[in-house]
């Protein structure tokens, strides 16, 4: 089947009031509709000036409700302000936050018991690459979130190999196919093979406009996960990639 091509903007700890806006008003002139996760503090900016048909996520959601947890944020206080969906996963917390696999699992969960999206990010180290390791991590990280998550209907995985993220390396279309099939073999014998034939999975790591054409043509390459390039005009290039 034809999957929707799904692309989106981390803007991790970047941004200003101004900066933002600079960015959201060029968005809009994107043939596609990308998803976009400013920082926390300008979800509310950001929403208010996309144009209708333009996501914004969240960088992060906690796994309990509203409560005694400082510098968290809740699934309901994101579906209260109108952000539906949010990343889970992305390495900078796995390794700087130490976040592990039932920690993101359980994240997973409440985002999806909440109705948001997900953007479920996985990936390996340079060492595991090495190791020859790549789809037992990534499938060990996928097999935690199936043990919570029986409906992946609102799963979008984002495979980002650490090693390529912020880097300037990139994964060569053939090694990020590679591992896209991989996982959709995975998605077919763990959970189904509806999961498989409609689940996205999406590419991070130094994606730009140089190279996001070629990556968009790969037949397990549903969209793209976008860093640093995403804070810049170069963006809505990669937005179009699949047009």
């Known amino acids: 089947m034809t999957r929707q091509f799904f ?5 991790k700890m970047n941004g200003s ?6 960015i959201i008003q060029n968005l809009n002139d994107a043939k596609l509709d990308p998803n976009v996760a400013p920082p926390n503090l300008y979800l509310l900016l950001a929403r208010e000036h996309l144009r209708n048909g333009l996501e914004v996520a969240a ?26 969906w949010s990343l889970v996963g992305h390495s900078e917390r796995r390794v ?12 997973t969960k409440a985002a999806l018991d909440g109705g948001l999206g997900v953007i479920l990010c996985i990936g390996e180290s ?29 799963i979008v995985i984002a495979y980002e190999p650490i090693w ?7 994964a060569t279309t053939a090694q990020a196919q590679d591992v896209h099939a991989a996982i959709r073999k995975w998605l077919s014998s763990s959970i189904s093979t509806e999961a498989a034939s409609k ?21 397990d390459i549903d969209g793209f996960l976008v860093g640093g390039a995403s804070l810049k005009p170069a963006f809505v290039d ?3 990639s699949n047009v």
């Open 59 to 84: 960088q992060n959601v906690f796994d309990k409700p509203n409560g005694a947890y400082t510098g968290e944020i809740s699934v309901d206080q994101l579906k209260d302000s109108d952000i539906t």
């Open 96 to 107: 700087i936050l130490q976040e592990d696999d039932s920690f993101i699992a359980n994240k």
């Open 17 to 22: 009031v101004k900066t933002i806006t600079s």
């Open 238 to 240: 990669i937005i179009n």
């Open 164 to 170: 390529a993220i912020g880097t300037g390396k990139v």
């Open 126 to 154: 340079l060492a595991q690459r090495e190791a020859g390791k790549t789809i037992d991590v990534v499938t060990t990280q996928l097999e935690a979130v199936a043990e919570k998550v029986k409906d992946w209907g609102k």
């Open 199 to 219: 689940t996205r999975i999406i590419y991070g790591g130094s994606v730009s406009e140089k190279n996001s054409r070629d990556l968009a043509k790969e037949a």
């Open 7 to 11: 692309v989106g903007g981390n803007f």
